[in-house]
């Protein structure tokens, strides 16, 4: 079965970029990797999905290497804002239904 | 305007006493879930529904029961509460999907305190 590994937390300041990489060894043909965003108090909030290669939206940037095994989820520019808790998470099981595997997240502090 | 609202947003309880948590989404999706959210374990799923009628367990369903009978409403139960239960409860809605793809609509969350 597919499981996610992230880091725990990590540490920024206003306008870097932060990557964040989620490993998924056990990844399978058919799963996408998508990543959620989470406040305080709040459920998570979609942000990109990806199958392979790369993936651009207006938030964030998703890159996926041609094994799979990983994936980067890359935020130019953070803000304040930007501070929050990001899982990475695997659709398994697909053809035999619809299990989700969350990863435990990555807390994501930005200083000024 | 599309959501999935949950109710009651906060809860407190005592062992053994039933208790049902709603969950319902305007968004016609098929696909219903419910997770619980622990510090240092992250989301894990407690059922999932593919489709009315459809329900299946996910990684941690002991202790818990859900029904679809709507295709709006996924109500999770708790027969007989225990503190173990103690979590923030968030229910999620996803369109059809093709293939592997995801993107899920998450509620409010519900804080459930079990005495």
Same mark, same amino acid.
């Given at each position: 079965l597919a499981k996610t590994t992230q880091p725990i937390s990590m540490d920024s300041y206003e306008g870097q970029e932060v990557n964040i990489t989620c490993s998924? %060894? %056990?990844?399978? @043909? $058919?799963d996408y990797i998508t990543w959620y965003q989470q406040f305080p108090s709040q459920g998570p909030r979609f942000i990109i999905q990806g199958y392979k290669t790369k993936v651009t939206n207006e938030v964030a940037s998703l890159f996926i290497p041609a094994d799979r095994k990983s994936s980067t989820l890359s935020l130019p520019r953070?803000?304040?804002?930007? @501070?929050a808790v990001y899982y990475c998470l695997v659709v398994i099981l697909y053809n035999q239904g619809g299990k989700l595997i969350f990863g435990q997240g990555t807390e994501l502090s930005v200083k000024p | 305007e599309a959501q999935v609202t949950q109710n009651p947003r906060y809860l407190i309880t005592v062992t053994g006493k039933k208790l049902t948590v709603t969950c319902s989404q305007n968004? $016609?999706?098929e696909y219903m879930s419910w997770y619980r959210q622990d510090p240092g374990l992250g989301l894990r799923q407690i059922y999932y529904s593919m489709n009315v009628e459809v329900t299946d367990k996910g990684d941690v369903p002991e202790g818990y029961k859900v029904s679809r009978k709507e295709k709006r409403n996924f109500p999770l139960i708790l027969e007989s509460p225990s503190p173990n239960q103690t979590s923030l409860y968030f229910c999620a809605s996803s369109p059809p999907r093709e293939r592997g793809e995801n993107t899920q609509y998450f509620g409010p969350g519900t804080r459930l305190t079990v005495l």
């Open positions: 998924h %060894n %056990n990844i399978a @043909t $058919n953070v803000s304040l804002s930007d @501070t | 968004m $016609n999706h």
